[in-house]
């Protein structure tokens, strides 16, 4: 006859109770499940543009920590998107804040960026610019 100790009841109820723990915490996958994509519109504007012909053009621009740039202009108006970093962007007489994941829109009027961190900062520039 089997004899069954105590310590022996004790290591299959724990032996149990882990599997047990481990189906509840496991996620069932059907194979009907697909991944899903997501999609988010993270800026939009109508434009009105002088020409049916534009250059259309993305642009990647890096800042060294505390840089400020001159006053400029670019040539053409449209979104812009923060990879990295802080900038603080004076634009028609209004001053703004963008981090990581902000996009604003960029008029193409006279305007600074600075970049407000100790770090390198990046912006993805989409421009609407007039075809030559």
């Given amino acids: 006859m089997l004899k069954i100790t105590t310590t022996t009841k004790l290591s ?3 032996f149990i109770a882990f599997i047990a723990i481990f189906l509840i915490n496991m996620k069932t996958v059907s194979a009907l499940e697909k ?3 997501n999609k988010a519109v993270l800026l939009e504007k109508a434009v009105e543009l002088d020409s049916n012909k534009v250059n259309a053009r993305m642009i990647r621009v890096t800042f060294p920590p505390a840089f400020k740039t001159p006053w400029h202009t670019h040539e053409g108006p449209g979104p812009r998107y923060v990879v990295k970093g802080k900038l603080k962007v004076v634009e028609e007489g209004k001053t703004n804040t963008y981090s990581v994941g902000d996009v604003f829109w960029e008029s193409g009027s006279l305007m600074s960026v600075e970049n407000l961190g100790q770090e390198v900062a990046e912006i993805i520039i ?4 007039p075809s030559k």
């Fill in 12 to 14: 299959v109820f724990i």
């Fill in 35 to 37: 991944p899903s994509l």
């Fill in 126 to 129: 989409f421009e609407l610019a």
